[in-house]
Nanobody
Framework: DVQLQASGGGLVQAGGSLRLSCAAS????????IGWFRQAPGKEREGVSC????????YYADSVKGRFTISRDNDNITVYLQMSSLKPEDTAVYYC??????????????WGQGTQVTVSS
């Protein structure tokens, strides 16, 4: 079974940093792009970032550009989201998901359980 497990969330003050991890299993990790999404209470789900498996291309929502960095470790079958200069508006449940193929933008097929990130002002 395909599994994606997000972890690393927590409570942090504005301006602080957190690193989220997405541990994958049940598929050939090198063959798929992985993305991060978030959903705050009362708001729609928002795509945050994605990293391809074909050439390591990365994509970021405008709201996080320059503050968040996505990376993947194919040896450890994990995708990371380094979040810096956090703002209260970054507060949400963060999810990782697997794309249908190697590149971002093809459509997400599998979703993992989320991890809560809370940024206090």
């Amino acid at each position: 079974d395909v599994q994606l497990q997000a972890s690393g969330g927590g409570l942090v003050q504005a301006g602080g940093s957190l690193r989220l991890s997405c541990a994958a299993s049940g598929f050939t990790f090198d063959d798929y792009a992985i993305g991060w999404f978030r959903q705050a209470p009362g708001k729609e789900r928002e795509g945050v970032s994605c990293i391809s498996s074909s050439d390591g291309s990365t994509y970021y929502a405008d709201s996080v550009k320059g503050r968040f960095t996505i990376s993947r470790d194919n040896d450890n079958i994990t995708v990371y989201l380094q979040m810096s200069s956090l703002k209260p508006e970054d507060t949400a449940v963060y999810y990782c998901a697997r794309e249908a193929g190697r590149n971002c933008g093809g459509g997400y097929v599998y979703w993992g359980q989320g991890t809560q990130v809370t940024v206090s002002s």
